[in-house]
């Protein structure tokens, strides 16, 4: 598959106990510029969340996780950004910025954004709208309400309803999301029909 696409490339393997994935993943993805996380690795539970863990927030680069059903691209039509003024959701916007600047349409989704908002007296969004557009992108905010339900719910639907081809968001704080990649995220990850680009 690699050979056909015409690019340089090369094909490691590792043998290693479960303790040492983490480490395997992240001693190579420290020289690469995005890691992708397949269906079957997904699947296999035991494993997914380690090599996620490895590359995500070892290294500090990029993750594009694909779930079963999903058609992943590194040049999407339409995509969905999930914004709420924190540190890594900028990170993930600047590492997926050439995907956001080559994109049709960008969507920058703020959920309650009077929860969200920096308290500048802009519009929630504007600033990162601004910035995108800066650097070529052609930028919606939505504005949207949780009434209850779990962000990456809200975030989820809005991008199936907007056609999204990838959502682009931040991965938040390492012990929050190592305890759940084992377990609601995964299933979150699993259950949404779209690529999913997270960096913290």
């Avoid at 001693?27 to 690795?41: E, S």
């Avoid at 910025?97 to 969507?107: D, F, K, N, P, T």
Wanted: contains cysteine.
């Amino acid at each position: 598959m690699l050979r056909a696409t015409w690019r340089c490339y090369d094909v490691d393997t590792e043998h290693c106990d479960k303790a040492g994935v983490g480490d395997a993943v992240r001693q190579r993805a420290l020289c690469t510029d995005l890691t992708i996380v397949g269906p079957a690795l997904l699947n296999e539970t035991s494993l997914g969340p380690l090599v996620i863990n490895g590359s995500l927030f070892d290294t500090g680069k990029p993750v594009l996780v694909v779930p079963e059903g999903a058609e992943a691209t590194l040049s999407p039509r339409r995509v969905l950004v999930g914004w709420d003024s924190r540190v890594e959701a900028s990170r993930s916007i600047r590492e997926a910025l050439h995907l956001l600047a080559g994109a049709e349409e960008v969507r920058v989704a703020v959920v309650d954004p009077e929860a969200t908002c920096t308290g500048n007296g802009a519009e929630p969004g504007a600033d990162i709208a601004a910035y995108l557009t800066r650097h070529g992108a052609r930028v919606w905010v939505d504005r949207l309400a949780s009434r209850g339900k779990p962000v990456a719910t809200v975030l989820a639907q809005h991008a199936i309803d907007t056609s999204a081809d990838v959502i682009v968001m931040g991965a938040y704080g390492s012990r929050w999301l190592r305890e759940r990649l084992s377990g609601s995220v995964i299933r979150w990850i699993v259950g949404t029909p779209l690529p999913l680009f997270l960096a913290r």
